[in-house]
């Protein structure tokens, strides 16, 4: 008898502990993060680790995933991704933008993000496609890629994932991103509803769009950079009239491949050598760091830090350094082939069809809205390379296609007593916003603003034309 106590003992003790340190909820427990090295004390889990979406070819992605701050269980899971094509969204969103925590300023441990986007939401971040980051393949030709794999591959990357994280099978799934994410995330979004009208068992729950500073249509997208010159005192007159006026940016391509007049390309040239690489294209307004210091002082373990408008411009660099620190490494349980390159921020070998950048994503656009689902295409106002001048204009351009209405004229929304950007909205599916003072990476320079936003997001909410909204 007392044999069988103590096996009956040790089995509640074993369910005990598996549910404490991640197997509850079904999740999985050797994934779990039990804690990153210089972290600060957290009330939510963390875990980390590979999805294999091609066995044969041994192409693994490699994600992280944070759970909202507060009622987990009730929240809806956001997936985020960062552009390039071939950018890590562990360096930019997870540790930069909207995750918990971004480095600090020795490169040796972390800081909380009081504004991190898992208050709203529980949050999946995925180094995509292969070749970015952690994320690899055994089969050296899986380096060339393009938007289609890219789409397969992070479909195939979410069914394998919910198979880990069971209880989210069913959950409100929101795909958001910035930059060339314009392009993954409708892809993805199309490729998960044609998985929705085959399937007979998993069905994806998306109910929105979000989408930062995104790449569209070259069309409207090209010009705008220069037009943005031009509006902020960036480059003269004389070449301002002239690229307006000599260039035919419809033969402009992802590329950089132009076929345009003489006076035109002098133009583009003159204007990029006014601009300068002493200004920050992605934020105008930002300074602008110096790699060959920093390093140096990261190496002699000092607090290298420099400050902008409130902004750690130096953040790239001290996240390089935390990430290619072997317990921080071991912690994520990333790298684990053992890769010959250390971790970077964007993949410097990945071959990825250029073709594709030329892609006009507003009929996806289209697609996806006529399923009902919500749409948000978002701006922050100092980004002169994805500029709002041109995702404005493609926004109301497809309003006009869909026949939607004005639901909510464009005009200021607030935060904090401020005025945090302005919004239209069409048909009540689809949503421009700007976030005032904020760039490319809006998170980045306006982590409250960006948070206010991205929680009206996520509740179906409008944003708060009054400076007292009702909802807070």
Not at 125 to 135: D, I, L, N, R, T
């Amino acid at each position: 008898m007392a044999v069988r106590r103590l096996s009956v003992a040790a089995a509640v003790i074993a369910v005990v502990v598996v549910v404490l340190i991640g197997g509850g909820n079904g999740f999985p427990s050797e994934d779990l993060v039990a804690r990153l090295p210089g972290q600060p004390d957290v009330g939510f889990r963390q875990y980390a680790g590979y999805i294999d979406v091609d066995l044969k070819a041994g192409r693994s992605l490699f994600y992280y995933f944070v759970e909202a701050d507060g009622d987990a269980d009730r929240k809806p899971l956001s997936l985020w991704l960062n552009g390039g094509p071939g950018c890590s969204s562990m360096g930019g969103g997870a540790f930069t933008e909207l995750g918990p925590f971004f480095p600090l300023g020795n490169g040796r441990g972390l800081r909380k993000n009081t504004q991190s986007w898992n208050k709203a939401s529980n949050l999946l971040f995925v180094e995509s496609p292969a070749g970015v980051g952690w994320s690899y393949s055994n089969t050296t030709s899986d380096y060339t890629t393009g938007d289609s794999k890219t789409a397969k591959d992070m479909r195939t990357f979410l069914i394998k994932w919910y198979k880990k994280f069971p209880s989210f099978e069913s959950r409100e799934l929101y795909l958001t991103g910035e930059s060339y994410a314009g392009h993954y995330i409708p892809q993805l979004a199309i490729a998960l509803l044609d998985h929705n009208e085959h399937s007979t068992d998993l069905k994806f729950n998306i109910k929105g769009l979000a989408i930062g500073n995104p790449l569209l249509n070259l069309e409207h997208d090209v010009p705008a950079v220069y037009e943005y010159y031009w509006s902020h005192g960036m480059i003269s007159d004389e070449i301002g009239l002239t690229l307006m006026s000599d260039c035919n940016f419809e033969d402009y391509t992802f590329a950089s491949t132009h076929n345009e007049s003489t006076a035109c390309n002098d133009a583009i040239s003159q204007a990029n050598n006014i601009v300068s690489e002493y200004i920050n294209e992605y934020d105008v307004i930002l300074d602008v760091c110096y790699p060959s210091i920093v390093e140096q002082e990261l190496l002699l373990k000092k607090t290298v830090t420099k400050m902008s408008n409130g902004v750690d411009v130096c953040m790239s660099l001290e996240r390089r350094f935390y990430f290619n620190l072997p317990e921080v490494q071991h912690a994520l349980h990333a790298n684990r082939t053992k890769l010959p390159y250390s971790w970077s921020m964007c993949s410097g070998f990945l071959d990825y069809n250029e073709d594709d950048g030329n892609i006009n994503i507003v009929p996806l656009l289209k697609r996806i809205i006529k399923k009902r689902i919500r749409v948000w295409i978002f701006s922050g106002d100092q980004d002169s390379v994805v500029p709002l001048l041109g995702s404005r204009t493609i926004v109301r351009e497809l309003a006009h296609d869909l026949e939607f209405n004005v639901t909510v004229p464009y005009g200021a929304w607030f935060h904090k007593d401020q005025v945090g950007g302005w919004v239209t909205e069409y048909g009540n599916l689809l949503t421009f916003a700007t976030v005032r003072g904020a760039a490319h990476m809006v998170p980045y320079a306006q982590p409250s603003r960006a948070l206010r936003m991205f929680t009206s997001f996520i509740r179906g909410s409008k944003l708060p034309n009054s400076t007292h909204p009702i909802d807070g």
